[in-house]
């Protein structure tokens, strides 16, 4: 099935060290983003990438970091920077050709710093 | 600055009553809105979207949300809530362009009484 795939569902991180979490889409998607959800903070943008190789810092970029080696992948690195990594984190995809396609949300990743 | 304000945090309403969750919007350009949809732990889900002609559009599961300009509003409603319909619901703005980046309301969370 089509979709947006994010690995893992549930990851636990030491203070001070970098985490990785994977986003995979097979939607043939240009664009792929990065949110994260507080609770009773909404969404905010982390970085977002329009094309292979070419990514941008969204609201609260500081203490992430992110790749788009792939088309189909943008996998998104927590580090050891980010004050407050505790969040839902939320990958998404959309067309990128500017007519107002919808964007889908992958199911999203817990990570808990203990 | 650009924002999307949902007046109220939380909402519950008796099963077979209808439904109105307000969504008030700040946004320099000509918008596009969303509402989402969130059960918990689960990704979002998309429930409708404006991006122009008519202002009351349809989305799934029975929704409807009407786009007033002049009130800077994207209300959703609902005319019979089902018990499934318990949920943390989100409304956003985007631009033209790049529908991927978008504002997020803090959201709404509807209880269904039985």
């Known amino acids: 099935d089509g979709g947006i795939t994010q690995s893992p569902k549930y990851l636990f991180r030491k203070e001070g060290q970098n985490v990785t979490l994977s986003c995979e889409q097979n939607?043939?998607?240009?664009?792929m983003y990065w949110y994260r959800q507080d609770p009773g903070q909404g969404l905010r943008l982390i970085y977002y990438?329009?094309?292979?190789?070419?990514?941008q810092k969204g609201d609260i970029a500081e203490g992430y970091s992110v790749s788009r080696e792939k088309k189909e992948s943008f996998p998104l690195t927590v580090t050891s920077a980010q004050k407050n990594p505790t969040a839902f984190y939320l990958c998404?995809?959309?067309?990128?050709?500017?007519?107002?396609?919808?964007?889908?949300f992958g199911e999203g990743s817990w990570l808990t710093v203990v | 600055a650009q924002s999307v304000t949902q007046p109220d945090i939380h909402i519950t309403v008796s099963e077979g009553a209808s439904l109105e969750l307000r969504c008030n919007y700040s946004?320099?350009?000509?918008?596009?809105l969303f509402w989402y949809v969130q059960s918990p732990g689960q990704g979002l889900q998309l429930l409708l979207k404006?991006?122009?002609?008519?202002?009351l559009v349809q989305g799934i599961k029975g929704f409807e949300a009407e786009f007033k300009r002049s009130q800077s509003s994207f209300n959703l409603r609902k005319p019979s809530v089902h018990w499934s319909d318990a949920a943390e619901y989100f409304c956003?703005?985007?631009?033209?362009?790049?529908?991927?980046?978008?504002?997020f309301g803090q959201g709404t969370t509807l209880q269904v009484k039985p």
């Open positions: 998404a995809s959309s067309m990128r050709d500017g007519s107002g396609n919808t964007i889908y």
């Open positions: 939607l043939n998607h240009d664009a």
């Open positions: 990438s329009q094309i292979v190789n070419d990514f």
């Open positions: 946004y320099g350009a000509t918008p596009y």
């Open positions: 404006y991006f122009s002609g008519d202002t």
């Open positions: 956003a703005v985007g631009a033209k362009g790049n529908t991927g980046k978008l504002i």
